[in-house]
């Protein structure tokens, strides 16, 4: 392998860094509202698309999230080689131009086609991004910054059902995605005036770009991912399933057996030798299962057992995501003085008792302020919490080198966790007329899935210290 040790030091960090700031985050906040906002867009497509079964209709929202996990880790790579700023601007282009072609669309596969490439933009931007953030701000300021980076992503995610329900009633689903051509330009604005074009740093590592390992990391994130996404229609024995499912985890083998005989590898492996970075990252997995099994479940139970209207459904699941913000500011201050473990270990017991209240309380008759509102308010605290100390912790102690490839591979592993969340609510809910006891299920498998999050972040330390490799 490479030498490791011979890795660029760390660049002086920008003299105003919170208009970089900015402008990363507009960027950061259309690309996660579009990755939940289809979520309150399905019954306005059947009526756009009323001969589309119901299948074909998922793969609009599927397509784009089996894309975005397959090519996060290799763009992170891509950011670390050929530049940060480069990578930016190409995929926030990429992004804006398939906006602004999925709301032309008049076609279904035409839309879908047009989701793929949103995809691709989406994980070209988001590592470039996190890394233009890590490099703007000083050693001893970036838990605050990217705690706040996080948070802005969680806000994105947490408020895309909320916010598309409300442009879809206002002027049709194409305005889920017009909404990012003029937001997305002034990033683009701000991106050619405020971001420096720097030596890409990841030029020490060997700037060949290990395209074997791309491909088999490609082909085992998207085989698992495809699996657990056709679970929702064709089952687990499927045959469909259980090969793509076996199929991916051969790649993944296959993958680590080469990268760990190649001399540039797509993933340098020592990354998880860390025991920081590697029980972070489970922790990302079990918590997006958890995120992701909250939002189907919550929007599914407004609008099925209270039989709430589409924008009451947004409006109603809405206090929630706007304590993320603030509950984030507190904690990236936090972090910047005692690590992220109180933080991510408290945060996860917070949500697990929001769905706990869930389990226990709300009923069939509608009683907002008393049985639900407490609940949601517990969840959106615990996520503004545990989601960007999350992103944060993941490369608190890697090299600036590093910081595009690791923080794409923990955006990643929360993608198959979003993945395989929604297969496993589908499972429980998925039939035509679910009652009480199958959302209450639901519930109770997100407080678990808490719980083995606090428990698994009970080994995370970034306590602060001088950074190492």
């Known amino acids: 392998m490479t030498d490791r040790a011979a890795v660029p030091s760390t660049p002086e960090p920008a003299a105003s860094p919170w208009p970089v700031f900015l ?17 309150a867009a399905f019954p306005a497509l059947s009526q756009a698309f009323p001969a589309a079964p119901a299948s074909a209709l998922s793969w609009i929202l599927n397509a784009y999230t089996v894309v975005y996990a397959v090519l996060l880790v290799p763009a992170g790579r891509l950011a670390d080689l050929y530049g940060r700023k480069r990578m930016f601007l190409i995929g926030l282009t990429l992004f ?39 490099g703007a701000f000083a ?53 050619g005036r405020l971001l420096r074009s720097t030596p890409p740093e990841g030029a020490g590592l060997g700037a060949r770009l290990d395209v074997i390992g791309i491909l088999l990391l490609m082909a085992g994130v998207g085989a698992t991912a495809l699996g657990l996404v056709q679970s929702e229609s064709l089952g ?44 972070v990252n489970l922790a990302t997995l079990s918590f997006g299962m958890a995120f992701s099994m909250m939002f189907f479940s919550y929007f599914l139970f407004m609008s099925g057992l209270w039989h ?5 459904a947004g409006v109603a699941i809405l206090p929630g995501p706007l304590l993320v913000m603030p509950t984030s500011v507190v904690a990236g201050r936090v972090a910047s003085r005692l690590g992220h473990r109180p933080l991510l270990v408290g945060g996860s017991l917070v949500f697990a008792a929001g769905a706990l209240w869930s389990v226990l309380v709300p009923g069939l008759t509608p009683a907002y302020l008393t049985d639900w509102l407490p609940g949601l ?93």
């Not at 992103?391 to 890697?398: D, E, I, K």
Request: charged share 10%; net charge positive.
């Open 308 to 312: 709430r209207t589409l924008t009451e």
């Open 377 to 469: 308010l517990l969840t959106g605290i615990g996520t503004g919490m545990v989601l960007p100390s999350l992103s944060a912790a993941a490369v608190s102690r890697l090299n600036p080198a590093r910081f595009g490839v690791g923080s794409a591979i923990n955006q990643a592993v929360r993608q198959i966790g979003t993945v395989l969340g929604v297969a496993v609510t589908v499972a429980l809910l998925g039939h035509r007329s679910p009652h009480l006891t199958d959302f209450r299920t639901v519930f109770g498998w997100e407080v678990a899935l808490c719980l083995i999050t606090a428990a698994l972040c009970l080994s995370v330390d970034t306590r602060p210290r001088q950074a190492h490799t």
């Open 139 to 191: 050693i001893e300021r970036r838990a605050i910054a990217v705690s706040l980076w996080g948070a802005i992503s969680a806000l994105g995610a947490a408020t895309g059902p909320s916010l598309g329900s409300w442009l879809i009633d206002l002027g049709g689903w194409p305005w889920a995605f017009y909404l990012n051509v003029p937001l997305g330009m002034l990033s683009v604005w701000g991106a």
């Open 23 to 39: 402008t990363a985050s507009v960027a950061v906040f259309l690309i996660s509202v579009d990755a939940t906002v289809l979520y």
């Open 96 to 134: 804006l131009l398939a906006s602004l072609g999925c709301g032309l669309s008049g076609d279904l596969w035409v839309l879908t086609g047009f989701r793929v490439l949103q995809a691709v933009g989406a994980a070209t931007l988001l590592p470039a991004s996190l890394a233009v953030v890590l």
């Open 236 to 279: 687990w024995g499927s045959a469909t399933v259980v090969g793509a499912l076996l199929g991916g985890v051969l790649s993944l083998l296959l993958f680590v057996w080469w990268a760990r005989r190649t001399d540039a590898p797509a993933i340098d492996l020592t990354l998880f030798d860390n025991a920081t970075y590697r029980f």
